[in-house]
Nanobody
Framework: QVQLVESGGGLVQAGGSLRLSCAAS????????LGWFRQAPGKEREFVAA????????TYADSVKGRFTISRDNTKNMAYPQLNSLKPEDTALYFC?????????????????WGQGTQVTVSS
């Protein structure tokens, strides 16, 4: 069992930056693949970014490519998406997710554990 807790969300102006965090506890974190998803009001949850168990492979949704960067520190059981050049359309509840298989994945159904989310609001 893995418990995930997101933090770092908040209110930021368009063009600004936020660094989110995902803290993991429970079973060893280092072998798990990690993903970030977001859900805006009235919309379905969507993929944002994913990182493999060792951090060597990452992938991003086209909508955030070049603006968001995901990293992880397995010694601290932490993952960090850096959100730059934020736009109002990035406003959403952001979720951290972990999967037992260490390879990256973009489907919601590929993930086994989820956090409760942290709210990101971007004002225009």
């Amino acid at each position: 069992q893995v418990q995930l807790v997101e933090s770092g969300g908040g209110l930021v102006q368009a063009g600004g930056s936020l660094r989110l965090s995902c803290a993991a506890s429970g079973r060893p974190f280092s072998s798990y693949g990690l993903g970030w998803f977001r859900q805006a009001p009235g919309k379905e949850r969507e993929f944002v970014a994913a990182i493999s168990w060792a951090g060597g492979t990452t992938t991003y949704a086209d909508s955030v490519k070049g603006r968001f960067t995901i990293s992880r520190d397995n010694t601290k059981n932490m993952a960090y998406p850096q959100l730059n050049s934020l736009k109002p359309e990035d406003t959403a509840l952001y979720f951290c997710a972990a999967r037992v298989r260490g390879a990256i994945a973009i489907r919601i159904s590929s993930y086994d554990y989820w956090g409760q989310g942290t709210q990101v609001t971007v004002s225009s």
